[in-house]
């Protein structure tokens, strides 16, 4: 074992988190489960959507046979639900084609929906004892510090080139532990801005430091201007409390979500209440509210809200597969199990 893994395992034995909830009773499935929630995310907004993810969904088996409806409404909040709609087609896949039980072999789990290279090593290594190499987003940063490497992780050498020093630092003993402990330090100590070199089991040896260029690596990303879209959003609502909402197709953005009608900016609202079958007459109220910016990875989203309320249900019937009128108290109250995009809990609650 190397000093890097050595000085690390070390720190950790001291300072490392054990107490997590997918630490506790560590198994193939929930350490799958908290990888794909951690992606992006950080731990202290996890725990609670695992929690109550895994209260729900025990086993793979029950997570192959829920609606994904209602695995949408686990996941409501914590973003990026591609994830959620992988992790439900994995585990139909994992039943259908592996007897329910997540492969031990590294390319089995990369052939899986939403499982990369760093996510089947991190399986392997934790709940599997296997020697697995992981490389997310804090490993990268710790990596990138270590050895001084200039470029952004999206240059294909400079990927191939942290992909390399992981493997060169990933122990053959203790694996599990490494795996968590390097982490650790990248979520703790060596984090993107103001990181705790003073107290890093690394300082002695980390290039960065001694090169003073902690907080030029890692490299950040030529940023990009974003382009902007414009969107309409009307959110009808009855006099006993009721919304309509509009899924989304299952796949784009918000694949697979509900939300209150999304149209173009053009569109105005004599056209929107014609479609939907509503007459001047059933309209009692139309409140244009001030909007909002949604930010995704690759645009912004202006969001313009207009709260239309009727007297009564038009008379034209919502189709039942896209369309539902739902009891906006059933929603806030978390008893009605459909997904939600963060734009329409915003807009629910307005």
């Excluded at 034995?13 to 997590?20: A, F, I, P, T, Y």
């Excluded at 982490?183 to 705790?196: I, N, Q």
């Excluded at 899924?247 to 053009?266: C, D, H, V």
């Excluded at 969001?303 to 906006?328: F, G």
Aim: charged share 20%; net charge neutral.
């Amino acid at each position: 074992m190397n000093w890097f893994a050595n000085s690390l395992l070390a720190w950790f034995d001291v300072h490392g988190r054990k107490d997590l909830p997918w630490q506790t009773d560590i198994n193939p499935y929930g350490v799958w489960v908290s990888e794909i929630m951690l992606q992006q995310t950080q731990v202290a907004t996890v725990i609670q959507y695992y929690q109550r993810f895994m209260q729900r969904f025990p086993d793979v088996s029950s997570l192959a046979d829920a609606d994904i409806d209602e695995v949408l409404h686990l996941w409501t909040g914590l973003g990026y639900y591609a994830r959620g709609r992988n992790l439900h087609k994995a585990a139909q896949r994992i039943v259908s084609q592996h007897n329910g039980h997540l492969p031990e072999d590294q390319h089995q789990l990369e052939s899986l929906p939403g499982i990369g290279p760093s996510t089947a090593g991190a399986i392997r290594a934790i709940a599997m004892q296997q020697r697995g190499v992981i490389l997310d987003g804090n490993v990268k940063r710790v990596l990138a510090r270590f050895h001084a490497i200039d470029g952004h992780y999206s240059v294909a050498a400079v990927s191939n080139m942290l992909w390399q020093r992981a493997d060169e630092h990933t122990p053959t003993r203790r694996v599990a532990d490494y795996t968590q402990a390097i982490m650790d330090l990248g979520a703790t100590l060596c984090v993107r801005s103001r990181p705790d070199c003073d107290t890093c089991p690394l300082k002695k040896r980390c290039q960065a430091l001694k090169e003073q260029r902690v907080s030029e690596l890692p490299t950040k990303k030529t940023a990009t201007l974003k382009p902007t879209r414009q969107a309409r959003f009307f959110v009808l609502r009855l006099p006993e409390g009721s919304v309509l909402l509009e899924q989304r197709p299952q796949q784009g953005i918000w694949g697979g979500l509900w939300n209150p009608p999304e149209r173009s900016a053009e569109t105005s609202v004599e056209t929107f209440l014609d479609s939907q079958g509503v007459t001047d007459s059933d309209v009692t109220q139309v409140q244009y509210k001030e909007g909002f910016r949604h930010t995704f990875s690759h645009f912004h989203l202006d969001i313009e809200p207009i709260y239309i309320d009727l007297n009564k249900a038009p008379s034209m019937m919502v189709q039942e597969s896209t369309q539902r009128w739902v009891p906006l108290a059933r929603l806030t109250e978390n008893e009605e199990t459909i997904g939600l995009s963060a734009a329409a809990l915003k807009l629910l609650n307005g």
